[in-house]
């Protein structure tokens, strides 16, 4: 039996037999396949059926110094892209919001609870509590004015501690106050506020002190750009 298999596999492309028939058949569809495929494919497909000793030994060695410090810095700049990326999706966000640029008197306490519940989701608002002759409020009113100028995507609001309704929640001793507020939501409840600060404040300790509790993050975005800018270009 094991010698007519081999004489059926030895013999010629057009004998009868029916192995033979299914072996021409095979024969006749390979070379027809190899024959639409062009040379550079058939030497691709050729390196990829046997694959090259020096490729087998470029799998197996270790990885270099030096290569290993081009793929950490590929990681960065990828890093970097990924940052600037997420930079101007959160100025796009921010820029859909209305700017303000200046402190608003608010005269009653109808117009506190509005400013709260009816400005943009997007907005933050900071209200200062104040009242006239208590050490630190004017003080902190013309803070206020200044970092107005510098955020204009937040909302400084100042009202009269009388003006609000609940004088008797907002006594001397508490004031100057900081309520902060985003989409109705209170974020920040400073009573006294001046008592973290020295007898001469400015602008900027302020600006530090709500930083801590990350309020301020539009000047934080702002930091990270100039960041990317003496970084170089970023592609």
Known sequence: MSG????????????????????????FKLDSVYQTVSQSKRELLRQMSKPREDDKERLNRKM???EYEMIQEEDERGLKRYRKHCMQEMHERLSCGPTFEEVYELETGDAFLEVIEKEHRLTLVVV???QHGVKGCEHLNSCLDCL???????????IDAVATGAAERFSPEVLPALLVYKA?????????????????????????????????????FTACADDEAEGGDVE
């Open 4 to 27: 007519s298999t081999q004489e059926e596999e030895e013999l010629p492309a057009n004998h009868t037999g029916p192995k033979g028939v299914i072996n021409d058949w095979r024969r």
């Open 64 to 66: 270099s110094v030096q």
């Open 128 to 130: 200062h509590i104040y």
């Open 148 to 158: 107005a100028s510098e955020y204009s995507s937040i909302k400084f609001c100042r």
């Open 184 to 220: 109705g939501e209170l974020l920040g409840n400073f009573l006294a506020v001046t008592k973290h600060f020295n007898e001469d404040f400015f602008a900027t300790d302020v600006e530090g002190f709500l930083n801590e509790y990350g309020l301020l993050s539009e000047k934080e």
